[in-house]
């Protein structure tokens, strides 16, 4: 691979994938539904209100199943109205996605998901909606996705084991394809992950770029775990 690829990437520190905080709700947003035993997800900054993409809402608040007197998600557009308001009796805390209720005539830009427990608990994230992906400032910069695909957690490792780093590494051509994907670093718990990071690269998205025809995108996704 030629040296001259653009290099750019995201750094995230993260404790073992066993530990929460006991009042915290964990609100993930994912571009598609993750098929069952996919070893990645397609974790989104970008959801399209045009009733053609099923975008999901994800909720964990334990490890477990537990009574937490189910759950209630709003979502508010970027003006504070309320878009939609569902409820899900049957939830029981353990992570479960849900489509995300976009509706049709919401303002474009940063929305907020709200999810609360019936025991008090809540959580939320933030998330830009626009109406087409074209239009989007997300898909319309160069350097970075807007989707990026995340690793599947493995259960069958130890919490106590979760520690050590992972770098993967994705090219980018000028219409947005990820057409190479491969591990660069994998040390500790990230030798366990190779596949996971590999899958991950390839549900990776971005918008196009013309000058990448000549220098494709070289792309780093760097996930380091720590005891916490």
């Not at 209100?49 to 537990?66: E, L, P, S, W, Y």
């Not at 899900?88 to 919401?106: E, F, M, W």
């Not at 474009?108 to 025991?119: E, H, I, K, S, Y």
């Not at 590494?169 to 596949?195: I, P, Q, S, Y």
């Amino acid at each position: 691979m030629s040296a001259r690829i653009p290099a750019a990437g995201l750094l995230l520190i993260l404790a073992s994938p066993a530990v929460c905080a006991a009042d915290d709700v964990y609100v993930e947003l994912l571009w598609a539904p993750t098929p069952a035993d996919a070893l990645a997800r397609s974790q989104t900054q970008l959801f399209i209100a045009d009733g053609q993409h099923d975008h999901r809402i994800c909720v964990a608040a334990n490890f477990k199943d537990t009574e937490v007197g189910g759950l209630q998600i709003d979502v508010r557009d970027a003006k504070g109205a309320q878009v939609s308001h569902t409820v899900h009796p049957d939830y029981r805390g353990r992570k479960k996605c849900y489509a995300a209720g976009l509706g049709s005539t919401g303002e474009a830009g940063m929305w907020t998901v709200d999810a609360v427990l019936g025991d008090g608990r809540r959580g939320s994230a933030q998330i830009r909606v626009d109406r087409t992906l074209e239009a989007s400032p997300l898909y319309l910069r160069h350097d970075q996705p807007y989707v990026a695909g995340r690793p599947n957690y493995d259960a069958s490792i130890p919490p106590a084991e979760w520690v050590g780093k992972l770098v993967w590494a994705m090219e980018v051509d000028a219409e947005g394809k990820v057409t190479h994907v491969e591990v660069e670093t994998a040390e500790g718990v990230g030798e366990r992950l190779r596949d996971r990071a590999l899958a991950a690269g390839w549900l990776t998205r971005f918008g196009p770029d013309p000058a990448r025809a000549q220098t494709p995108l070289r792309w780093r996704h760097t996930l380091e775990f720590a005891p916490d």
